[in-house]
């Protein structure tokens, strides 16, 4: 899929930070904002992919570069703040978008050992993130998009503990829509249905079939019947953050090719 199949360019100067940008959704949104003008700061804690990501950027001419981040652990947050300050004195764009999903049903305990990796990396992490860039976004305004998912909206069996922390994204999103929007900045949510992403297929043992075997695959959760590619997420991200977006705020944008149910699984 094309990184900007309409040729605009809406992020001229604009400087942008996407957490998780080495992978999947994240690193389609750097690849789309970098495709629009934007400077875009990788902040990720998988370096290779991260440099990866940033190369592919700069080969095609764009501006990028990586910070490394491990959104679990806040000395980490702040010391890849502190790097951002260093080389810029002003954001206009943040997507919260770094998390890991676990599962584990209620019944037995199995979330228990997940629980405080993921709400530190998931939730945790991108306040203390927000917190801690703020200052830098509050100089000439901007947006910040948050991801949720259809997960907080659903509920799944085994997955309480990731739809759960998505569904108080849905709320921060809104917090941080009436607390930040005196500074001129807008604060929205994408809830993507399920999308075709290392999340998915990065851990399988056979990775590459894995994937392929979901672009191929027929769901009756959606109207659409398929799963998204990511970069149809970054489009719908790229255009919240853009200034054609410029009366929406605190709302959570659903990204799932017409979701109504669940799938087997997921
Ligand atoms: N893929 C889906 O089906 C789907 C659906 C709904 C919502 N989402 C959400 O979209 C976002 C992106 O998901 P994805 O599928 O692209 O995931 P992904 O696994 O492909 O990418 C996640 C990125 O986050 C990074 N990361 C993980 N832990 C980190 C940490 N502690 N500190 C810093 N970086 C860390 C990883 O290195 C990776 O680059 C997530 O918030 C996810 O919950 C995904």
């Not at 659903?154 to 607390?179: F, H, N």
């Amino acid at each position: 899929m094309q990184t900007n199949p309409l040729g605009t360019i809406r992020f001229t100067d604009k400087t942008a930070l996407i957490t998780g940008g080495a992978s999947g959704i994240g690193r389609a949104t750097a690849n789309r904002l970098a495709s629009e003008g934007a400077h875009v700061i990788i902040a990720d804690n998988n370096a290779e992919m991260a440099q990866q990501a940033v190369a592919e950027i700069q080969e095609t001419g764009g501006k990028a570069l990586y910070i490394g981040i491990d959104l679990a652990d806040d000395e980490s947050v702040r010391a890849a703040v502190h790097a951002v300050t260093e080389k810029f004195s002003t954001l206009h764009i943040l997507v919260n978008n770094a998390a890991i999903l676990r599962t584990g049903k209620i019944e037995n305990g199995a979330w228990l050992p997940n629980w405080d990796l993921e709400t530190a990396t998931g939730l945790r992490g991108w306040v203390l993130t927000t917190q801690l860039l703020l200052p830098l976004l509050k100089n000439e305004g901007g947006a910040i998009v948050n991801l949720s998912s259809e997960g907080g909206f659903l509920g799944r069996p085994g997955q309480w503990v990731y739809d759960a922390i998505k569904a108080a994204l849905v709320s921060v999103t809104k917090t941080m829509a009436y607390e930040f929007i005196e500074y001129g900045i807008r604060v929205n949510a994408v809830a993507p249905g399920w999308i075709v992403t290392e999340m998915h297929f990065g851990g399988t043992a056979d990775p590459v079939a894995r994937k392929k075997e979901l672009e191929e695959l027929s769901i009756s959760s959606c109207i659409m019947k398929r799963l998204a590619a990511p970069e149809e997420i970054a489009a719908a991200i790229t255009f919240l953050l853009s200034d054609d977006a410029s009366y929406i705020t605190g709302q959570t944008i659903h990204v799932d090719g017409g979701r109504w149910g669940m799938s087997v699984g997921h």
